[in-house]
């Protein structure tokens, strides 16, 4: 089976511009979460949704980020506008209710360089 | 809310050599807790994970881990390092809870020397 696809891989930019990241979650999961890593920071919870619907927020950054899952086997994390502050990896990651005992399933992530 | 806390943002060994990684957790309800590894430009994959059943866990690739509720702990460990080792190791709590998110900590950088 496919494990979690994300895309891109690499992503440059410009500050300012418009950056959408997007996450292929493993078929049959019903929990998807995006996830960003910094040196600083470390791995920080954005959002995660529960059968496509939006669970929990809090972790968005400010209003330039916004996150949506039109349909179980797609998600987008989009960015606008862009900042310097904002150059990270990026990690979706998908998990089942019926397996629960808190196992995620990572994308490779997507590293973004905001200049 | 729960937190974890990794001691050491880096640990180096000798190939051979015990491995100890160190986190404690707070969780104002029993926890679930986890240990994921990180391979450089990869994703984080699970190593081991406890979920109130038995205390010691173990894990793939000879790692395991031990919950000691008195000590809010749940070190990692390994009696022998391999170079392949050598990688980024997280530790993660959640609520016993089904559909509630991982709270990772900051991350250990495992070195493994010849």
């Known amino acids: 089976d496919a494990g979690v696809i994300q895309s891109p891989r690499h992503e440059v930019t410009e500050m300012g511009q418009e950056v959408t990241l997007r996450c292929k979650p493993i078929s049959g999961h019903d929990y998807l979460f995006w996830y960003r890593q910094t040196m600083m920071r470390g791995l920080e919870l954005l959002i995660y949704?529960?059968?496509?619907?939006?669970?929990?927020d809090s972790g968005m950054p400010e209003d330039r980020f916004s996150a949506k899952m039109p349909n179980a086997s797609f998600s987008t994390l989009k960015i606008q506008p862009s900042e310097p502050r904002d150059s990270a990896v990026y990690f979706c990651a998908s998990s089942s209710i019926r397996d629960w005992a808190g196992e995620l399933f990572f994308g490779e992530g997507s590293r973004l360089t905001v200049l | 809310a729960q937190s974890v806390t990794q001691l050491g943002s880096h640990v180096s060994v000798s190939e051979g050599a015990m491995v100890l990684l160190r986190c404690n957790y707070s969780?104002?309800?029993?926890?679930?807790l986890f240990w994921y590894v990180q391979y450089p430009n990869q994703g984080l994959q699970l190593l081991l994970k406890y979920t109130s059943a038995a205390t010691l866990v173990k894990g793939i690739n000879g790692f395991e881990a031990e919950f000691k509720k008195s000590e809010t702990s749940f070190h990692l460990t390994k009696p022998s390092a391999h170079m392949s080792d050598a990688a980024e190791y997280f530790c993660a709590v959640s609520l016993n809870q089904a559909g509630t998110a991982l709270i990772f900590g900051k991350g250990t950088t495992l070195s493994v020397s010849s």
């Open positions: 969780s104002s309800v029993p926890p679930y």
């Open positions: 949704f529960n059968n496509n619907v939006p669970i929990d």
